[in-house]
C-alpha cells in the first residue's frame, strides 16, 4: 500500500506515491488538496474542546430515537440533514449499509448546522486505507486525481480517464429516496419526507424547516399506532379499503391533512 499515515508527536504526516515518485503531505495541506477551505478545522477533538460537540447531545438535538451504535438516518427529523446524512455514506464515508448513520457523519452534520468550517480529511484517510485493504471496488477516483493535480504528478504524464458515460456514472434520483423510506412521490408530482413509525409526511420543499431558521431541529411526531386486526374477519387489504368506500381511483397513500407539514412541530 502507498497510502501511510505516520503520526508524530509534533506533527503528522501523510506518504503516498504517483508515477513512482514519493510525495508528502501534511493533513492540512491534504485538506487544501481535497478543495477544502485552508482555514478549516482538521480534527473532531477541536470540536469537542471548542464548541462542545458531543455525540450522544448532538443526536438527541436531531432525533427523538435512543442513541446507539445502529442509529439510522430514518431517525433524523429535519429534511436537510436527512439529504445530508444520505450524501455523506454515499460519497463520504461509504459503506455496505447506506441506512446507518455514524459518528464521523455525526460530525459532519454537528459542523453543516453550526456553519463551522470542518473537513473530514482524517476520516477520510481511516476509510481510503480499509479501501484499498479491501476486496471492494474503489471508487474515490475523482478525489485521486485532485490530490494528484495539486502535487503535479499529472503533468506530462500519459493518463487514460474513464469516459463520460453512463457505465461510470451513478445519478441517484427519487426512486432511491422512496426505497430508503425517506420520501414518497403523489400522483400529482407533489414530493412528501416521511418518517417511519410516525404518523405525520411533510410537503417539500418547506421553508419553516430551513436548517439554520428552525430554532429546533426535531419535530413533535406522535408514533404510529400498531394495526390491529379483527379475529372475526380477514384484514381489509387497501384494494377492499377503497373499493368499500367507492374510491377505486385513488392512491395508495392516505390523503394529507389539511396542513400536514406544520400541524405537530416544535421550532
Known amino acids: 500500500m502507498s497510502?501511510?499515515?505516520?503520526?508524530?508527536?509534533?506533527e503528522t504526516r501523510i506518504r503516498f506515491r504517483f508515477f513512482n515518485e514519493e510525495f508528502v503531505l501534511s493533513p492540512k495541506e491534504m485538506s487544501v488538496a481535497l478543495g477544502f477551505h485552508k482555514r478549516c478545522i482538521l480534527g473532531s477533538s477541536t470540536l469537542v474542546k471548542d464548541y462542545r460537540y458531543d455525540r450522544n447531545t448532538w443526536w438527541d438535538t436531531v432525533s427523538d430515537d435512543p442513541v446507539s451504535s445502529k442509529n439510522s438516518i430514518t431517525s433524523i427529523h429535519n429534511p436537510t440533514l436527512r439529504f445530508l446524512a444520505k450524501w455523506l455514506v454515499m460519497n463520504v464515508h461509504p459503506r455496505a449499509d447506506l441506512h446507518l448513520c455514524n459518528n464521523d457523519d455525526l460530525v459532519c452534520l454537528f459542523a453543516f448546522a453550526k456553519k463551522i468550517?470542518?473537513?473530514?480529511?482524517?476520516?477520510?484517510?481511516?476509510?481510503?486505507?480499509?479501501?484499498?485493504?479491501?476486496?471492494?471496488?474503489?471508487?474515490?477516483?475523482?478525489?485521486v486525481t485532485r490530490i494528484a493535480t495539486h502535487v503535479g504528478a499529472l503533468s506530462n504524464s500519459q493518463v487514460t480517464y474513464m469516459p463520460m458515460t453512463k457505465e461510470y456514472i451513478s445519478r441517484i434520483g427519487l426512486d432511491h429516496f422512496v426505497q430508503g423510506h425517506l420520501m414518497q412521490e403523489e400522483i400529482d408530482g407533489s414530493l412528501y419526507m416521511c418518517y417511519p413509525r410516525y404518523d405525520v409526511e411533510v410537503e417539500l420543499p418547506n421553508s419553516k424547516l430551513a436548517l439554520?431558521?428552525?430554532?429546533?431541529?426535531?419535530?413533535?411526531?406522535?408514533?404510529?399506532?400498531?394495526?390491529?386486526?379483527?379475529?372475526?374477519?380477514?384484514?381489509?387489504?387497501?384494494?377492499?379499503?377503497?373499493?368499500?368506500?367507492?374510491?377505486?381511483a385513488g392512491t395508495s397513500r392516505t390523503p394529507p391533512r389539511s396542513d400536514p407539514a406544520t400541524a405537530n412541530m416544535n421550532f
Not at 497510502?3 to 509534533?10: A, K, M, Q, R, S
Not at 406522535?222 to 377503497?242: N, Y
Open 212 to 248: 439554520y431558521s428552525a430554532k429546533g431541529l426535531t419535530l413533535q411526531m406522535r408514533r404510529r399506532e400498531p394495526a390491529r386486526h379483527s379475529v372475526a374477519e380477514p384484514p381489509m387489504t387497501r384494494g377492499r379499503a377503497r373499493r368499500a368506500t367507492g374510491d377505486d
Open 3 to 10: 497510502l501511510n499515515i505516520e503520526v508524530l508527536p509534533w
Open 117 to 143: 468550517r470542518y473537513t473530514p480529511v482524517m476520516s477520510l484517510l481511516d476509510y481510503w486505507q480499509k479501501l484499498i485493504c479491501g476486496r471492494t471496488s474503489i471508487d474515490i477516483t475523482s478525489l
